[in-house]
């Protein structure tokens, strides 16, 4: 049996060109974020975006602002010592309320309630949990109740101190 020698430089350098265009498009979008860090918002809490709305109506369709077409989200800041849940149903405006962590043991609490009118809609609506630092057993606590009732669930870290701007 003879042996072929076969040259594969040509091929290593268009790899290497390929990423050396990745490297750039990674370096420029991070140099984008870093010199505007204030331009960072959600965008994603858009009511009545997907639902079915009476047809003789005027505002029978809403282009959704948001990336996931079949459901809208609800935000939950999760802190050490509380939850912050900013809820639109779609027919009020934007709803902020405070739970404070004690009060989730109580029977019957805010919360308990607030999951109760999430459960009826949970076709339509989901839940994100924004985890500030020192938030780790709340939030399991929390995750836990939010699954058994079969609501779906996201996360996203918060850096301590951040603000949260939803663009209702």
Not at 4 to 14: A, L, R
Not at 61 to 80: E, L
Not at 124 to 132: A, F, G, Q, V
């Amino acid at each position: 049996m003879k042996a072929t020698d076969v040259d594969t430089s040509g091929f290593q350098n268009i790899v290497l060109m390929l990423i050396g265009v990745l490297m750039i498009i990674l370096i420029s979008n991070v140099l984008t974020i870093i010199s505007n860090p204030e331009n960072i918002q959600i965008g994603a809490l858009v009511s009545g975006a997907v639902y079915e709305t009476d047809v003789d109506d005027e505002s029978s369709f809403v282009a959704p602002k948001f990336n996931n077409m079949r459901k809208d989200p609800i935000y939950i800041d999760v802190d050490s010592q509380q939850l912050t849940v900013y809820f639109n149903d779609g027919e009020n405006p934007l709803q902020t309320f405070v739970i404070p962590e004690r009060d989730l043991t109580l029977p019957d609490n805010a919360f308990e309630e607030f999951l109760d009118q999430v459960e009826a809609i949970k076709d339509k609506r989901y839940i994100i949990l924004l985890m500030r630092p020192g938030s780790a057993k709340f939030q399991r606590r929390l995750r836990e109740v939010i699954s058994d009732r079969g609501i779906g669930i996201g996360f996203e870290p918060w850096e301590k101190g951040r603000p949260i701007n939803i663009i209702a």
